[in-house]
């Protein structure tokens, strides 16, 4: 059974609300209306033929993706210096939204020998996407059984966002 935990962010920059939780960690992010589905299954399943919602963009032509992998951060030595160089390309926060909250499954120690690592990459199609030192893959898919907890998150609008001056119009007429 995966323990679940509820983070709401009221304001702030929720990479540094979160980092305290992901940092020495490997992880995986979905959005939150994907979590039924996987904790149904049992598991994190890669989207091989490209069937499954996607949380982030662009992963039709992500290495790991296209390799039959599950794609994970794996912020384990977020600190180096080639880690924090890259690590802003993708953040794990990138799909969470006011209306739609994400789901941060943080993986057991037990399935650290079993990553994939990015550097697999330079040696085939250099086309395709990756995150270098912060991106892994597990081949196939990933039971449950290896998630330590999962996290979901949520957000309130920015006061000051687009979306909550649009929202403030709509509401005033």
């Not at 992500?62 to 039959?68: A, H, P, T, V």
């Not at 951060?73 to 600190?79: T, V």
Request: glycine share 6%.
């Amino acid at each position: 059974m995966v323990e679940i935990f509820r983070i709401h962010i009221d304001s702030g920059e929720p990479m540094d609300i979160l980092m305290r939780h992901l940092e020495g960690k490997v992880f995986h992010v979905t959005k939150e209306c994907h979590w039924p589905k996987i904790n149904k299954a049992g598991r994190i399943n890669p989207n091989i033929d490209g069937k499954l919602a996607t949380t982030f963009c662009s992963s039709n032509n992500s290495y790991f993706k296209n390799n039959g992998c599950v794609s994970v951060f794996d912020y384990r030595n977020i600190y180096g210096d080639e880690q924090l160089k890259h690590m802003y390309k993708c953040l794990p926060t990138s799909p969470l939204r006011a209306y739609s909250g994400i789901v941060i499954l943080i993986f057991k120690p037990e399935i650290y020998p079993q990553l994939l690592s990015w550097e697999r990459w330079k040696y085939g199609d250099q086309g395709q996407m990756v995150v270098p030192y912060v991106e892994a893959g597990f081949s196939g898919s990933i039971p449950l059984e290896l998630v330590e907890k999962a996290l979901i998150v949520t957000m309130v609008e920015a006061k000051k966002s687009l979306a909550a001056t649009l929202q403030s119009v709509r509401e005033k007429k």
